[in-house]
């Protein structure tokens, strides 16, 4: 299955196009680009592709969770020679894009945890367990082996926004209850692929920390007016009605929101200028981290949209959580975090805020 097809929702000036490409052992491949790709397919083989794992239901905590046992096999801190996400040169090594040039490339995970095929795997008395259905993509954003949500540019990150948007609506179609896209960025979070990319997670049920977010947006709590309240005292400033900002009750030091003033339900639903204003924020978030912790500064980022079908009064958001507290200095989620959920703050949003603001581009 190969072409050409323009999005409906391309973010930026000009037009985003999308080629589907079936890989040898079944899996598949989507380049996104402003200009149609056409270049010919390098040397591809077909090697064992997992099917996913099992959900298992915690009775205390009342969530599930996902087992994935295949997922220790995953690449490790590959050499740059062996990098899988660069493209396939001829006389090169094999990658996961059997292309010699791309612009944004996702494809489905070979190590999912998710996958719309998952079966059962075990059967315990007393516990339930299912299997885990939904997908898991990978997001490469861009040929190159190094880099950022900074350097790659901001017309990139337009070209980014659009394939995310084009990736909801094709795992809502499919049946996916919540999407979640992000990025683990750092060896402090546990990266084992340094070349730029994030990830993408269609979940057959809303998991249980978004499902709270949604009964409170559905019970009245008013984020646009939080907002308000907080700007510009906790902001790193608004651009084309997207705010970035230090939540008044971040949990982790540093921690930063991207969010549109108005109320939308995710990036499908934001204006072009919010949408152009995001793509903004996130490499400018990105560089000031990098700034403050004087290094490539470890986060976790992600998206944070509405299930499937709309949610009453749901505030698409953009947050950001760093791993360091200071330069060279993590910040460990131990026992108190892991046991209870109750973080430790050890840097006020007062103090993040100023920290971020005095980092502004002149």
Same mark, same amino acid.
């Given at each position: 299955m190969s072409g050409n097809v323009q999005l409906s929702r391309s973010v930026g000036e000009g037009a985003t196009y999308r080629r589907d490409h079936q890989k040898a052992d079944g899996r598949m491949l989507h380049l996104y680009g402003r200009n149609p790709h056409t270049l010919p397919v390098q040397h591809e083989t077909a090697d064992p592709v997992a099917q996913g794992g099992e959900i298992r239901h915690h009775p205390? $905590? !009342?969530?599930? #969770?996902? *087992?994935?046992?295949? $997922?220790? #096999? $995953?690449?490790?801190?590959?050499?740059?020679?062996?990098? =899988?996400?660069?493209?396939t040169v001829d006389g090169g090594p094999e990658t996961e894009i059997p292309f010699s040039d791309f612009e944004v490339a996702i494809f489905e995970n070979k190590f999912a945890a998710f996958h719309p095929s998952a079966s059962n795997a075990a059967s315990l008395a007393r516990i339930s367990i299912e299997p885990a259905k939904g997908a898991c993509d990978v997001v490469v954003y861009a040929p190159d082996a190094t880099g950022s949500l900074h350097t790659l540019g901001r017309d990139r990150r337009e070209v980014q926004l659009g394939a995310l948007i084009d990736r909801y609506e094709t795992h809502f179609a499919a049946g996916c209850d *919540?999407? @979640?896209?992000?990025? #683990? $960025?750092?060896?402090?979070?546990?990266?084992? @692929?340094?070349?730029?990319?994030? !990830?993408?997670?269609g979940f057959d049920r809303v998991p249980h920390t978004q499902q709270r977010a949604i009964d409170a947006f559905a019970q009245g709590y008013d984020l646009a007016a939080e907002i308000r309240a907080a700007m510009p005292e *906790?902001? %790193?400033?608004?651009?084309?009605g997207m705010a970035a900002?230090? =939540?008044?009750?971040?949990?982790? =030091? *540093? +921690?930063?929101?991207?969010? =549109?003033?108005?109320?939308?339900?995710?990036?499908?639903?934001?204006?072009? +200028? +919010?949408?152009?204003? %995001?793509?903004?924020?996130?490499? +400018?978030?990105?560089r000031r981290y990098d700034a403050l912790f004087e290094q490539p500064a470890a986060t976790m980022m992600a998206f944070h949209a509405s299930p499937r079908g709309g949610s009453k009064g749901y505030h698409f958001t953009v947050q950001f959580y760093p791993l360091l507290r200071a330069p060279g200095r993590v910040k460990y989620l131990a026992s108190v975090e892991q046991h209870t959920g109750i973080f430790t703050v050890d840097v006020m949003p007062e103090m993040a805020i100023a920290d971020l603001r005095a980092l502004a581009q002149s």
């Open positions: 205390l $905590r !009342q969530e599930w #969770n996902v *087992y994935a046992a295949h $997922r220790q #096999n $995953r690449t490790f801190k590959p050499s740059a020679a062996d990098d =899988p996400l660069a493209p *919540y999407v @979640l896209p992000f990025e #683990n $960025r750092g060896d402090e979070v546990g990266v084992t @692929l340094h070349h730029p990319h994030g !990830q993408i997670y *906790y902001g %790193l400033g608004e651009e084309g900002f230090v =939540p008044r009750f971040a949990r982790f =030091p *540093y +921690e930063t929101w991207i969010a =549109p003033f108005e109320t939308r339900e995710g990036p499908w639903d934001c204006s072009d +200028e +919010e949408l152009e204003a %995001l793509a903004f924020w996130l490499g +400018e978030t990105t």
